[in-house]
């Protein structure tokens, strides 16, 4: 690591824990302490400087006033010393001992759990170290690192991304941009225009070299510097007139088009003669996956929907006997009633000591008596399908206490109590549910807003005009669909069309992430609506909202299979879009889920064809319109 004289302090995170780090800094292992990106300050040629990450364990000290109390008060806060000009006094590295890093030595890092894991690889098998983020997560972090790298996401594993060189040629690119000094110019993308009128050969590459520069930023940095984005928009649609007015140079940038897209009409429900017919002497099912494929195609008639939820909701194993059916039933009833015995027999000195408990008992009672009362299953007062929709709710507290109870739980268990109308039957239906779509309800949203970032590439690969008008009109961030994915479309749809459209969903036909093609064929029937009204973000918000109630589902999912099979269909596949679909990645042997039709016979599935690469921007979306989107579409 180099001496630096002066430091500055570009990023600082508290509760971090180390948990793994080279032997000489072992007796750090398995502390908290605090994360620093410190950048020198000994070059003024920015391109030059030098970065680092260095991790400083917390001091803990205790008062000499109170050190002879029984409770000592202990100050776990780190007081960082500094000059008058808040740079680093020149012992700094002699007196304080700390873990540090060359931003050059990282080659590589991991992100785990749920961004609350963070793993440093040096080009070698083994970890340079391994951080725990117990306070929030690591997603600042990593922003900071696409900052000052260039990093992609690895093909076979999107959480681990590889740091590519700073060659000498990416070196000489950096300062040729600061001896330019673009960015002091107050139009620099008009500027570039201009020198391409001038001169066509410099100026296209300098417009190139500004657009790789615009790439490579971070998420973050695109989406506040919206009006660099805007020049640059502006800048290309001259250069693009500009090329084709007959000069020396002409570049023609098209998006390769989808095949055709075929119709896939619905069918008949699956009938209880059809359902029947499956099993054998013992009660088992004989063959699955046509069952499956016929409740995708058609759903299933209602007087068999009660046993068959239990088959797609986990409750029943697909290939279990009546037998032993018949004492899961018994057992199942016996591990619920236990659970709710628990919650049950807490005295009220209990609930007044335990705050989690009591916060969530409460949310719960003001969810249900707002839940469905239209329906009149859940209508009027003193309702008894009130009361059973309470308990089940509170026993999936103790069923799951780390999640708890999260808004829109109810919405997903009233229809399957509806339909089940017994609560123990309910409530192990609702939990296979919740295991389906858990990643929904994480307390940090990062479930939520992965769904909305494949929302949005998904439709950046189907319909890219419509992609970049949201993009151009503050909505590429999807948050107006937050509703749809969180509850998956339940407030958009009669209970009918509700219960039809979630037994499809469950089968897993014809891909992962069915739902999201659903979301994708939505916005595209609506596509002339938002773009010929030229609607901005909250008029969006406000025309999504007011669907509800006018989606024709079986039309909706017909265009979605019918957009699936465009996409697995085109030549330019990315990975990328294989991954979130759950298809066979390139190059890889493994079969992603439910990859080939299950309409189709085996000698008729699509050949896999020539892929182009392109690289993936996630979204990093803006916390205030998240919240704002959450308040308007959903409460």
Same mark, same amino acid.
């Given at each position: 690591?180099?001496?630096?004289?002066?430091?500055?302090?570009?990023?600082?995170?508290?509760?971090?824990?180390?948990?793994?780090?080279?032997?000489?800094?072992?007796?750090?292992?398995?502390?908290?302490?605090?994360?620093?990106?410190?950048?020198?300050?000994?070059?003024?040629?920015?391109?030059?400087?030098?970065?680092?990450?260095?991790?400083?364990?917390?001091?803990?000290?205790?008062?000499?006033?109170?050190?002879?109390?029984?409770?000592?008060?202990?100050?776990?806060?780190?007081?960082?010393?500094?000059?008058?000009?808040?740079?680093?006094?020149?012992?700094?590295?002699?007196?304080?001992?700390?873990?540090?890093?060359?931003?050059?030595?990282?080659?590589?890092?991991?992100?785990?759990?749920?961004?609350?894991?963070?793993?440093?690889?040096?080009?070698?098998?083994?970890?340079?170290?391994?951080?725990?983020?117990?306070?929030?997560?690591?997603?600042?972090?990593?922003? =900071?690192?696409?900052?000052?790298?260039?990093?992609?996401?690895?093909?076979?594993?999107?959480?681990?991304?590889?740091?590519?060189?700073?060659?000498?040629?990416?070196?000489?690119?950096?300062?040729?941009?600061?001896?330019?000094?673009?960015?002091?110019?107050?139009?620099?993308?008009?500027?570039?225009?201009?020198?391409?009128?001038?001169?066509?050969?410099?100026?296209?590459?300098?417009?190139?070299?500004?657009?790789?520069?615009?790439?490579?930023?971070?998420?973050?940095?695109?989406?506040?510097?919206?009006?660099?984005?805007?020049?640059?928009?502006?800048?290309?649609?001259?250069?693009?007139?500009?090329?084709?007015?007959?000069?020396?140079?002409?570049?023609?940038?098209?998006?390769?088009?989808?095949?055709?897209?075929?119709?896939?009409?619905?069918?008949?429900?699956?009938?209880?003669?059809?359902?029947?017919?499956?099993?054998?002497?013992? $009660?088992?099912?004989?063959?699955?996956?046509?069952?499956?494929?016929?409740?995708?195609?058609?759903?299933?008639?209602?007087?068999?929907?009660?046993?068959?939820?239990?088959?797609?909701?986990?409750?029943?194993?697909?290939?279990?006997?009546?037998?032993?059916?018949?004492?899961?039933?018994?057992?199942?009833?016996?591990?619920?009633?236990?659970?709710?015995?628990?919650?049950?027999?807490?005295?009220?000195?209990?609930?007044?000591?335990?705050?989690?408990?009591?916060?969530?008992?409460?949310?719960?009672?003001?969810?249900?008596?707002?839940?469905?009362?239209?329906?009149?299953?859940?209508?009027?007062?003193?309702?008894?399908?009130?009361?059973?929709?309470?308990?089940?709710?509170?026993?999936?507290?103790?069923?799951?206490?780390?999640?708890?109870?999260?808004?829109?739980?109810?919405?997903?268990?009233?229809?399957?109590?509806?339909?089940?109308?017994?609560?123990?039957?309910?409530?192990?239906?609702?939990?296979?549910?919740?295991?389906?779509? =858990?990643?929904?309800?994480?307390?940090?949203?990062?479930?939520?807003?992965?769904?909305?970032?494949?929302?949005?590439?998904?439709?950046?690969?189907?319909?890219?005009?419509?992609?970049?008008?949201?993009?151009?009109?503050?909505? $590429?961030?999807?948050?107006?669909?937050?509703?749809?994915?969180?509850?998956?479309?339940?407030?958009?749809?009669?209970?009918?069309?509700?219960?039809?459209?979630?037994?499809?969903?469950?089968? $897993?036909?014809?891909?992962?992430?069915?739902?999201?093609?659903?979301?994708?064929?939505?916005?595209?029937?609506?596509?002339?609506?938002?773009?010929?009204?030229?609607?901005?973000?909250?008029?969006?918000?406000?025309?999504?909202?007011?669907?509800?109630?006018?989606?024709?589902?079986?039309?909706?999912?017909?265009?979605?299979?019918?957009?699936?099979?465009?996409?697995?269909?085109?030549?330019?596949?990315?990975?990328? =879009?294989?991954?979130?679909?759950?298809?066979?990645?390139?190059?890889?042997?493994?079969?992603?889920?439910?990859?080939?039709?299950?309409?189709?016979?085996?000698?008729?599935?699509?050949?896999?064809?020539?892929?182009?690469?392109?690289?993936?921007?996630?979204?990093?979306?803006?916390?205030?319109?998240?919240?704002?989107?959450?308040?308007?579409?959903?409460?």
């Amino acid at each position: 690591m180099d001496e630096f004289d002066d430091y500055v302090e570009s990023y600082t995170q508290d509760g971090v824990l180390l948990k793994q780090a080279p032997s000489s800094y072992i007796s750090f292992v398995n502390t908290i302490g605090t994360i620093y990106i410190l950048e020198s300050l000994q070059n003024d040629d920015s391109a030059s400087r030098k970065q680092f990450l260095e991790w400083k364990p917390n001091d803990v000290t205790v008062d000499s006033d109170v050190q002879d109390q029984e409770w000592a008060v202990v100050n776990t806060v780190q007081k960082r010393v500094r000059t008058l000009s808040g740079n680093f006094p020149s012992d700094y590295q002699g007196r304080l001992k700390s873990f540090k890093i060359s931003f050059d030595d990282i080659k590589s890092f991991h992100v785990g759990n749920k961004n609350r894991q963070l793993i440093l690889y040096d080009g070698s098998s083994e970890p340079i170290c391994s951080f725990i983020f117990q306070h929030g997560n690591c997603e600042c972090l990593v922003n =900071i690192f696409k900052t000052f790298l260039r990093v992609t996401p690895s093909r076979r594993d999107r959480h681990l991304y590889v740091v590519h060189s700073n060659n000498l040629e990416l070196q000489q690119l950096h300062k040729s941009f600061a001896t330019l000094n673009i960015n002091s110019d107050p139009n620099p993308f008009w500027s570039m225009v201009k020198t391409f009128k001038e001169n066509p050969y410099e100026g296209t590459f300098e417009v190139f070299a500004k657009i790789t520069n615009f790439v490579y930023n971070s998420a973050d940095q695109r989406e506040v510097d919206e009006f660099q984005r805007e020049d640059l928009n502006r800048s290309l649609s001259e250069y693009e007139e500009t090329s084709h007015s007959g000069g020396d140079y002409e570049v023609i940038q098209k998006v390769p088009d989808l095949p055709a897209r075929k119709d896939f009409p619905r069918l008949r429900p699956l009938s209880e003669e059809q359902w029947k017919s499956q099993f054998n002497c013992e $009660g088992r099912l004989e063959d699955v996956e046509p069952i499956k494929s016929l409740i995708f195609r058609g759903g299933v008639q209602p007087s068999i929907r009660k046993e068959v939820w239990k088959f797609l909701l986990d409750y029943f194993p697909w290939d279990s006997t009546e037998s032993q059916r018949q004492k899961l039933v018994i057992q199942k009833s016996d591990e619920y009633f236990t659970m709710k015995l628990q919650w049950k027999s807490i005295t009220k000195i209990q609930e007044e000591n335990f705050s989690d408990y009591r916060e969530r008992k409460s949310l719960i009672e003001k969810d249900v008596n707002r839940t469905d009362r239209t329906l009149e299953f859940y209508a009027g007062d003193n309702n008894s399908n009130l009361q059973t929709l309470n308990d089940i709710l509170m026993t999936y507290i103790m069923y799951n206490f780390d999640l708890g109870y999260v808004q829109g739980m109810s919405d997903l268990l009233a229809p399957i109590l509806m339909l089940l109308r017994n609560e123990c039957d309910s409530f192990w239906c609702f939990v296979g549910f919740m295991n389906k779509v =858990i990643s929904n309800f994480d307390i940090d949203q990062a479930g939520m807003k992965e769904q909305l970032s494949n929302l949005h590439t998904l439709l950046c690969f189907a319909d890219p005009q419509l992609a970049n008008y949201l993009d151009t009109h503050d909505s $590429g961030n999807m948050f107006f669909c937050f509703r749809w994915l969180l509850v998956w479309f339940k407030r958009e749809l009669s209970q009918d069309d509700v219960m039809r459209f979630w037994e499809v969903l469950w089968t $897993g036909y014809p891909c992962k992430n069915f739902h999201l093609l659903v979301g994708v064929a939505i916005l595209q029937n609506e596509r002339k609506a938002l773009m010929s009204n030229n609607y901005g973000f909250t008029e969006i918000l406000k025309h999504i909202n007011e669907l509800s109630g006018k989606l024709d589902i079986a039309l909706m999912l017909n265009k979605a299979e019918g957009i699936f099979y465009q996409i697995k269909e085109a030549e330019h596949l990315t990975d990328n =879009i294989r991954f979130i679909l759950g298809l066979s990645l390139l190059g890889s042997n493994s079969v992603g889920s439910h990859e080939q039709s299950p309409f189709e016979s085996p000698d008729l599935s699509t050949n896999s064809q020539p892929q182009c690469s392109v690289e993936h921007v996630s979204i990093s979306p803006d916390e205030g319109t998240f919240e704002q989107s959450i308040n308007s579409t959903f409460l």
